[in-house]
Structure formats: C-alpha cells, structure tokens
C-alpha cells in the first residue's frame, strides 16, 4: 500500500483561493477523491476522480491533477470553509489509502 | 434522501467484542459496495474495511484483519462490522458509507479498562 502526503495546515484570507496538494508516487495510476470534514461531522465528499463534482458541490469546489501531485483548490474562501480536508485513493486489493489531512483556515 | 445510522457503539474492555450495524435507506442498498472508515479522537480518517454489493468480497485494513468481520444483510439493508479482541487502539467513531458519498453520523467505540 502507498501513502498520500498532505500539507498539515493552510491559511487564507476570504475571497482569496485556498490549494490543498495531495501527492504519492503511486497516484499515477489511481483516482484520488476529496473529503471535507467540519468538527464534529461525518466528512462530505468534494471531488472524485480527480476533478469531478458530486450534485450540490458548489463550483467554487474543483479538483486537478499534475502527474503525481493532485490538488483541491476553493476559490473565493469563505468562513464557512474552515474544516479538514482529506484526499483519498484506492491501493492494493482495493483498500482505501486516507492522506493525514489538510486543516484549512479562514484568517 | 439517502440515509446511513450507525449503532452498537458503546464503551469495552480490552478483549472484548462489539458488534456495530448500519441501517441504510433511501437509495438501493443491494447495488452498492460498502465501508467502514474511523477516526481516533484528534486523528485522521481511516479506511477499516470493505465489502462488495453481494458480500461476497471482503477487503480489511492489516490493523484490523483477523479481528474484524464486515458483513451485510441486503434484505434488511444492514451492514455489520464484527469487531473480537479490541484494543486501546480501537477507539474511534465508525462510519458506515456508500462508495464515500453517503455517510452515517457515526457511532463511538470507546476500548478501556
């Protein structure tokens, strides 16, 4: 099984645009999804496959990729937004492979 | 609307069993592959187990595999996670989900002497 890297923290001012990486050798060949999780909830997914978008994620919400690297960028921050976020994929025999978290907040 | 409730969470002694379930409703649960993910207080999520739409394939987190059984009954829409011989390290809130899309509150097992 592979490991998914994650910045542990990110901050931004509202309205600018947040970009949280998630990188891993393996990633290559493996879609990655993204999760944000508020205190005390079940986490929600953003992005999957990469970059797109399950019904009712607002746009501002979107995924890319660069060959091993991919990141989730939230544009026009809001405070709202202050949550973890995770980045998931898929390893060997289908298990799940969860990055450490990325905790974004709106200063 | 699609809904996922865990339950059987509670409080153990190292050693013991559990038995969690995941009553599902609002979407077909027989057509879905199902999970169970945790999270330790403070912690990160983390994957424990697997389970295809029939039940006939099951995948586990090495932390868990040989202690833990995943399970489901189709014609209740139920998922069930089996957890012998806890740990401390067990602790966490257990979710039940749907492929990531749907997710249960979560329930929370607490392994202490």
């Known amino acids: 099984s592979f490991e998914l890297t994650q910045a542990a923290s990110v901050s931004v001012s509202p309205g600018q645009t947040a970009r949280i990486t998630c990188s891993a050798d393996?990633?290559?060949?493996?879609?990655v999804y993204w999760y944000q999780q508020k205190s005390g909830q079940a986490p929600v997914m953003l992005i999957y496959?990469?970059?797109k978008r399950p019904s009712g994620i607002p746009e501002r919400f979107s995924g890319s990729r660069s060959g091993t690297t991919v990141t989730l960028a939230v544009t026009g921050v809001r405070s709202e937004d202050e949550a973890d976020y995770y980045c998931?994929?898929?390893?060997?025999?289908?298990?799940?492979?969860f990055g450490g978290g990325t905790k974004l907040t709106v200063l | 609307e699609e809904q996922l409730v865990e339950s059987g969470g509670s409080l153990a002694q190292p050693g013991e069993s559990l038995r969690l379930s995941c009553a599902a409703s609002?979407?077909?649960?027989?057509?879905?592959?199902m999970s169970w993910v945790r999270q330790a207080p403070g912690r990160g999520l983390e994957w424990v187990s697997g389970?295809?739409?029939?039940?006939?394939?099951?995948d586990y987190a090495d932390s868990v595999k040989g202690r833990f059984t995943v399970s489901r009954d189709n014609s209740k829409n139920a998922l069930f996670l089996e957890m012998n011989s806890l740990r401390a390290g067990d602790t966490a809130t257990y979710f039940c989900?749907?492929?990531?899309?749907?997710w249960g509150p979560g329930t929370l097992v607490t392994v202490s002497s």
């Open positions: 998931q994929s898929t390893g060997s025999n289908d298990a799940w492979v």
């Open positions: 609002g979407f077909t649960f027989s057509s879905y592959a």
């Open positions: 393996a990633l290559t060949n493996h879609y």
């Open positions: 496959k990469d970059t």
């Open positions: 989900t749907c492929q990531g899309l749907f």
């Open positions: 389970i295809s739409e029939s039940g006939d394939k099951t």
